[in-house]
């Protein structure tokens, strides 16, 4: 492991149906391959199907975990961050990442998409929100159509 | 002051229009008139603006601030909560109210937007931001065409 | 209420004895008497006393919760801000204050020691920790005898 | 890597003398030969030395900051987690660990050492704060007289 691993997050729901399983699990496995370490929120859902695919190409996981406790992380979360701070962790999930992967989702991830967006970390999207400003359509999250257009993208615009 | 009274926060941009700067002052004013605490992050734009409108009727303003510094509050919060913690600052501004009007803003606001539907609390939005997930439009943030209007609406749909 | 309130930090266990109790109510009540905010972490024991002494002597009270519901602050809290942060709200309650009263208390009172010291905030202690560094006293924490003195104490003391 | 490395947090000053770093330096260096992941506060001093002794022996650093750029983290960081939360992150950094070492050490260390002990993270200590509680010592922190007793500790105490 060297400092010059990109981090890359992928957000999303703490429960999914199999479609979005099966697309976090390929960007997880996608990630691994390319050499990046998978950043997340460490919980169920888009986040588990992520880091199992990761796990499976044998790549890094991190997880930041919203409670007290790493008994709370899914099984393939190699480090796991405890915060002890909720919904606040949402805030380092992105941050820590130089670029991020959202795949579905509910508020929780709305918040980690403007948090990133905030943040100047590019956002790629995978079947998730979009969003509009005054009556404005706001691109700024960019659409891929695959987990591995979304991989792809994130390496290519991941910031310093 | 009671423990029964109301708190309403106003979120949006920390710069703005003027456009904005009036419908967020009359937010303020008429928040205050009706007996509600005003709940902010404390900064400018905005946040400012319905501070102002809150202190010309008479009303208590509560601002939560991102830095380390009391002096960063804009002239009419008059109670300061230092936090320190950044944009993480976010979630404590929507979990502190009853009810959130959204004013314009950009992705700060929309974190908090994010924030407060995630935790149940009802979003009142004046030419915010509007959203889409899957495809298909989130109607969560409620729409008011007025101030009046929006702060009708986070009074009555306030939660306990 | 205007923004030259001054406003102090009471700190102590969520649960505490009798004789503590007496101190925190006597240092809430002196407070009040002297124009200033009480700022607390919102729960039951030191800070219960010293919201309830405040609010018998017509003071304000704010109390910074770790949890997710203001339904958890004690009676006496007129004003509660909502975290969902944990005990990372400790950090928040003493950087929101001009200055700390800390009273008997445990380890979470320790690290709302640490964070005022750290922040230049300055401290005084009624029957609370004392610190030694590499072996030499630390007298950082400034003593009082009495809730009176130690109210002194800290309106002579808070910074701006 | 495997989810059954033990964490073990190094806390300490930001900046410390060259016998703080020596110690630090060779609790890295052992932490590492003992398979154990390094977590800590990312920066300078005490953090930096623990991080370079534990890249000397192939050990992984993880560096949770306070601020928004992976660029404080120092060199030997291995995995930067940026917060944006100030030092709130303090928590994070104690809590994701299994067992605690403080080096030395301000009021920083001092509010880590209570955070750690509130969640009843051993902590062990190496020439750093001493306690007492209402006149009567408080022996939480557990002396170590050297490195290698330092880790040998951290690793027979830590927690699951």
Known sequence: MTNQQRIVAVIGGGQCNQEEAELA?????????????????????????ACRGANSEGGTTIGILPGESRQAA??????PIVTGMGY??????????QAVIAIAGSYGTLTEIGHALQSGI???GLNTWSL?????PDN???????PAEAVDKALSLAID
Chains 1, 2, 3, 4 share one sequence.
């Open 140 to 146: 700024s999250i960019i659409p891929a159509q695959s």
């Open 88 to 97: 606040a962790r949402n805030v380092a999930v992105v941050k820590s990442a």
């Open 25 to 49: 699990e390929e960007v997880g496995r996608e990630l691994a391959r390319r050499g990046a370490i998978l950043m997340c929120g460490g919980l169920g859902g888009v986040m588990e199907a």
């Open 74 to 79: 899914n099984p393939y979360v190699q480090i």
């Open 122 to 124: 590019p956002v790629i």
């Open 132 to 136: 509009s400003r005054k009556g404005q």
